[in-house]
């Protein structure tokens, strides 16, 4: 069973670049058709689905997001991160590390989800 857990700031300040990073357990980032994505909840919003990378490696974004954007991995580390610039208090959310076998772009799809962490953008 894939177990996946976030870790990262709770605060960062406007204009700076949100850091996330995602541990994976119960399975490895590099298996085969397995896509590794960022999702966010808004307060009162939907699930929103940012970004993923690729069991080879391959990055795929959403378009709203891509200019502000990157998903990296470190594969001994079994881990994978989000880098999102210049935020502003919009994208303050709850953030989850989320993946399936197939790349979902609608974000309620995903089979295997960490439990999200609180980002709040503020000064």
């Known amino acids: 069973q894939v177990q996946l857990q976030e870790s990262g700031p709770g605060l960062v300040k406007p204009s700076q670049t949100l850091s996330l990073t995602c541990t994976v357990s119960?399975?490895?980032?590099?298996?085969?058709?397995?896509?590794w994505s960022w999702i966010r909840q808004s307060p009162g919003k939907g699930l929103e689905w940012m970004g993923a990378?690729?069991?080879?490696?391959?990055?795929y974004y959403s378009p709203s997001l891509k200019s502000r954007t990157s998903i990296s991995r470190d594969t001994s580390k079994n881990q994978f991160s989000l880098q999102l610039s210049s935020v502003t208090p919009e994208d303050t959310a709850v953030y989850y590390c989320?993946?399936?076998?197939?790349?979902?772009?609608?974000?309620?799809?995903?089979?295997?989800w960490g439990q999200g962490t609180q980002v709040t953008v503020s000064s």
């Open positions: 119960g399975g490895s980032i590099t298996t085969s058709y397995y896509y």
């Open positions: 989320a993946a399936d076998r197939g790349l979902r772009v609608t974000a309620a799809e995903y089979s295997y």
């Open positions: 990378i690729s069991y080879e490696g391959n990055n």
